[in-house]
T-cell receptor
Framework: DQQVKQNSPSLSVQEGRISILNCDYT??????FLWYKKYPAEGPTFLIS?????DKNEDGRFTVFLNKSAKHLSLHIVPSQPGDSAVYFC?????????????FGSGTKLNVKP | DTGVSQDPRHKITKRGQNVTFRCDPI?????LYWYRQTLGQGPEFLTY????????KSRLLSDRFSAERPKGSFSTLEIQRTEQGDSAMYLC??????????????FGNGTRLTVT
């Protein structure tokens, strides 16, 4: 039973435009969310996080939005750059789990065209 | 660079052989995790250590798998009698435990296992 879902396996965006990656979750206990970027043959690299007490968190070109009622989060990348082309994973956890046990989505492959 | 280090990067083995992977976490991190990733999927949790204690194991971790973290520093993951279904990327991650809040996992570059 997949508790974190990324329903779009791929996304193609023109350089300079906005990329929006989506993630849905089912477990209402989740209260901490992460986005990772992964290049081929490398491990996932942490990008940005958000806790459930917030609905938005920004870091440079990256903004994560959390809609708790819809159990939905999204990652916005503005402006998109060719170097952003990678697979993006969302992950969720809960402080109630006792440790950082994260559940990951299956990823969205972003292609930013020059 | 003081990131998470994994060795080897690639391992090809024949079915039935034993393999062992090593992970060196970020030095100040006291939590260490093993995840497994197969093609088209996100990482799946295998096991977790707080210092040297292995505190949780996933049902994915059959009795052919064993992980250790002696002295609470590096960790090893051993797979005995490998099967073709064990072919995957094995990812190690570490984090710093903070009371009352979660913190991000920092991953290594993984060990890609191919069982022929």
């Amino acid at each position: 039973d997949q508790q974190v879902k990324q329903n779009s396996p791929s996304l193609s965006v023109q350089e300079g435009r906005i990329s929006i990656l989506n993630c849905d979750y089912t477990n209402s206990m989740f209260d901490y969310f992460l986005w990772y970027k992964k290049y081929p043959a490398e491990g996932p690299t942490f990008l940005i996080s958000i806790s459930s007490i917030k609905d938005k968190n920004e870091d440079g070109r990256f903004t994560v939005f959390l809609n708790k009622s819809a159990k939905h989060l999204s990652l916005h990348i503005v402006p998109s750059q060719p170097g952003d082309s990678a697979v993006y994973f969302c992950a969720a956890s809960a402080i109630g789990f006792g440790f950082n046990k994260f559940y990951f989505g299956s990823g969205t492959k972003l292609n930013v065209k020059p | 660079d003081t990131g998470v280090s994994q060795d080897p990067r690639h391992k090809i083995t024949k079915r039935g052989q034993n393999v062992t992977f090593r992970c060196d976490p970020i030095s100040e991190h006291n939590r260490l995790y093993w995840y497994r990733q197969t093609l088209g999927q996100g990482p799946e949790f295998l096991t977790y250590f707080q210092n040297e204690a292995q505190l949780e194991k996933s049902r994915l971790l059959s009795d052919r798998f064993s992980a250790e973290r002696p002295k609470g520093s590096f960790s090893t993951l051993e797979i005995q009698r490998t099967e073709q279904g064990d072919s995957a990327m094995y990812l190690c991650a570490s984090s710093l435990a903070e009371s009352g809040r979660n913190t991000p996992l920092h991953f290594g570059n993984g060990t890609r296992l191919t069982v022929t």
